[in-house]
């Protein structure tokens, strides 16, 4: 075995094999296309698969053989690259299992017994030969055979997809796998659709009792135009999700290049992957980007962000708080954390946070009016959407909270106007449809306004109780259109769920940490050109610093009356330039 490499300190850089690429492999080209990825990227640690389905893409199931693996894996260790099993969940139609199953991308149906043993015996056989293994994230069911309808019963889907995971994880999967080798670590691997888990038989809540660890799929391609339309954020919030779900046990983030269609949006995956602190970057798969210009930039870009994170904190934002089996207004907190709010998405109610934002997926949690009340009285500030004050507003308003609802009216918006700012009026000559917000006068106040002739309603509105604050936050119909209104508008949003410190700009994201640094990167996307970014902080400091090129900017005094208030931010103007990372920070 040779020595094992570390390319860098603060991340592996992994990438993963698939059956059907591990059996294709003869000595010579494993050895050629090694030598394409350490010098690209750098090869800490490969995922050698054991068994894939063929996924309906008509490339057939394939299972390697032992000896194959043994000198694969041999091939590897002797170059010091750590090797670590895997196994994608998807099965062909073979003989003893029932036929007329009703299944996609050919998964497991695990209500037929001969497939139940099927992957119970894959299970054991991977785990003979490696000490960690993990599930690609086909581990879902979505099988409605005539076998599934009658084990279901009375049930819904989601009740009986979460008993039937939760029995297949234990007694299938895990069980059989350490009772051969009571030393291999079982991680499950999440894919990016966390909006649906529950509906398939995802259940992390659950299965974080029953794995070792767990791994999330960073991919987002291109959103505009890819099947699950997922913001480009998300290569970073949901790492953020599943540290927090799973403290210390998320392996990493994994990444492919399909749909990405440029070189710079398959980095941006990579990019924020590593910003989120992931502690593994998952690079899918071997052959889909062997050669691939892609993945030529990646050595030189990953060794910058490895030198910025290494004196780094932890990440920060306003929670959002996002509860298991949920899903309304999905990825919303994603496009607000590309309108530069740093956002910190979590399935445990933040209960020590001075801020916490609420979208319609929170109202999934029975007790959230107890909970926001509490909160709330004891003097924080909460930003509902919304599309919660639509699912929850019955019981605010019976708890006191705030007499606001949505009305069943549209608002084609095309003029803001900033209240408390005497010249705080923007006109937008393309409208934004929005939900109305019907408050009663005076007995909460609106801080931001959006009307079009001579009518106009709450697009931000404040309400007090107790010791703190509930702001109640509209979303456009089209939840892409909030990276269309106007920055000034968007600030007075952002002051409230980044009071410290703010970014005025727009198609960027600020990444925060507890150190106070900072870490802004403007996407390759819609109007793809330098833009000004001004960042204002409370704190009285003198200077942005660059702390990379050691490059400053003068700070300034800027007043801003707002909410009955004027406060003094310090503030610097910086140019983004798409593409770009810059690490920052205030002294």
Known sequence: MGERKKHYGNFKTVVYITAQVADSFTKE??????????????LDKVYLETHRGSIGA???????????????????????????????????????????KRRIFSTFCYSDPAMRERIKSISEYTAELFDEVILDDFYFTNCTCESCIKMKGDRDWVSFRKDLMKD?????????????????????????????YHFNGYLPDEQQKIFDATYIGTETRSPAYADQHLPEYLSYSIVRYMENAWPGRNGGGWFDP???????????????????KAKELMHFQWSDIVYNPFVTPLKLQLSRIDKM???????TGIPAYIPYASSGENHLEMRLGMTGIPVEPTPVWPEDAKRVLLTESSAADEDIVDKLVKFVENGGDAVITTGFLRAAGDGLRAAGLTEAYVSDRKLAVTRYHITGDDAGYIDHKKAILFPEIVHGNNASWSLLNGGDGDYHASLFLRSAYGKGRLYIMAVPDNNADIYRIPRVATDVFKRMMSPETYASGSNFSMFTYDDGSMILYRYVKGDVRPSHVRINTLKKVSILKDTETGRCVKVDEVKVREDFEEKTYY?????????????????
């Open 571 to 587: 503030s610097a103007d910086i140019i983004l330039e798409p593409g770009i990372f810059h690490k920052l920070k205030f002294e």
């Open 58 to 100: 008509g490339n057939g199931g394939v299972d390697v053989d032992r000896d194959k693996i043994r000198w694969i894996k041999d091939f590897f260790e002797s170059k010091g690259v750590e090797v670590s099993g895997g196994i994608t969940t998807t099965i062909d139609d073979f003989e003893g299992a029932e036929p007329g």
């Open 309 to 315: 994170l290494d004196d780094i904190g932890t990440p």
């Open 168 to 196: 297949v994880s234990e007694n299938l999967i895990v069980k059989p796998a350490k009772a051969v080798n009571p030393k291999v670590r079982m991680v499950i691997k999440y894919p990016n659709w966390r909006e649906s």
């Open 29 to 42: 080209k494993l050895s050629e296309e090694y030598d394409f990825f350490e010098e690209y990227i750098g």
């Open 258 to 276: 399909y749909q990405c269609w440029s070189v710079d949006r398959y980095l941006e995956q990579a990019y924020l992957t590593a910003f989120a």
